[in-house]
């Protein structure tokens, strides 16, 4: 008997082959003394060059810089809320929205700001100006110290949120923003080989050479990555792909999806499509798992398992 495709593919399958637009906003915040600003610059432009050799178009990268010597407009809290909000009434429902804060923040009363000239911006601000995304994709990247706070503030459904720590308290500025953006230049974060960089990818990356960092130097590690993109608030120091989160993290990258504009097949979109649901079908079945039989369970995965494997070694042998 044919099993029937999960309501997620099918609808996976009808999707348009239109190029989907991946947008991405830069914010390079206030670095304090020279060399801070020269980093967070620097950093900056480096996220930018990687953002356009994934295949984003340069149109879409915006780049808001509070060091003079820095590249695009000054960043200021206006002007960060005001790119935000003009993203948000540009994007398409299939775009994508990713926005990175590289700088310094602080812990205000129970939450956490992000340093910038002029007033700093707050989490409970940050919250607002995304909330004009409605349902739409949506990736936050906060590398600044004290930054944990964020994660309760800013986590909603079909939303990606990471940290570089924790909490409030861990105030003394993070590598892990460093290393997050080094995943996207050198192929040692691609774990599944696939040629792309999920943020569940870069995240792990960016958390296991912090560690690797704070090891070779004989110092105790006093910064916790969090990742949330299961809408509850509370992020995960190791999420997974079939943890509590990192779901969906691991289908969300910075290189925009191949499509029918940049040549590709129709087959071989379908074929791709087809993958992503299956993936996604795997995933959501994961999160089922002590609600079902046993035997059901796996069952079900089992075929899911047989299913992504034939079709992933058809898609190789396209050489797609």
Do not use: W
Not at 39 to 51: D, M, Q, W
Not at 105 to 128: I, K, Q, Y
Not at 178 to 198: C, L
Not at 218 to 243: T, V, Y
Request: aromatic share 6%.
């Amino acid at each position: 008997m044919k099993r029937a495709l999960p309501i997620c593919l099918l609808l996976l399958l009808s999707l348009p082959a239109a190029a989907a637009q991946h947008r991405l906003l830069i914010v390079s915040g206030l670095g304090g003394t020279p060399e801070y600003d020269a980093r967070f610059t620097a950093l900056a432009a480096r996220l930018a060059a990687a953002a356009r050799n994934t295949g984003i178009a340069a149109d879409n990268i915006v780049t808001l810089s509070s060091s003079p010597n820095g590249d695009g407009a000054r960043a200021d809290r206006d002007a960060v809320l005001a790119a935000i909000s003009r993203a948000a009434s540009s994007l398409a429902a299939d775009d994508q929205f990713f926005l990175v804060l590289i700088g310094h923040g602080n812990p205000r009363g129970d939450g956490a700001v992000f340093n910038l000239p002029g007033p700093d911006l707050t989490d409970s601000e940050l919250a607002a100006a995304l909330d004009a995304f409605g349902e739409r994709l949506v990736t936050v990247v906060n590398t600044a110290s004290a930054s944990g706070p964020f994660v309760a503030r800013l986590s909603a459904p079909h939303r990606v949120v990471i940290t570089a720590t924790a909490s409030g308290r861990e105030y003394h500025a993070p590598l892990f923003g460093e290393f997050f953006v080094t995943a996207f230049e050198a192929p040692g974060a691609d774990r599944d080989k696939d040629e792309r960089i999920s943020m569940l990818e870069a995240f792990e990356f960016a958390s296991r050479e912090v560690r690797r960092s704070y090891e070779s130097e004989k110092r105790l590690l006093i910064e916790h990555a969090l990742l949330d993109d299961n809408g509850d608030g509370e992020g995960s120091r190791q999420p997974g792909e079939f943890a509590a989160d990192g779901a969906l993290a691991h289908r969300v990258y910075l290189r925009p999806a191949l499509s029918a504009d940049d040549g590709v097949p129709a087959e071989v979109l379908a074929m791709q499509q087809r993958k992503q649901a299956l993936e996604m079908s795997i995933s959501e079945l994961k999160q089922q798992r002590d609600s079902l039989p046993r035997a059901q369970y796996y069952d079900r995965l089992e075929a899911l398992l047989v299913d992504l494997a034939l079709l992933s070694r058809d898609l190789r042998a396209r050489g797609d």
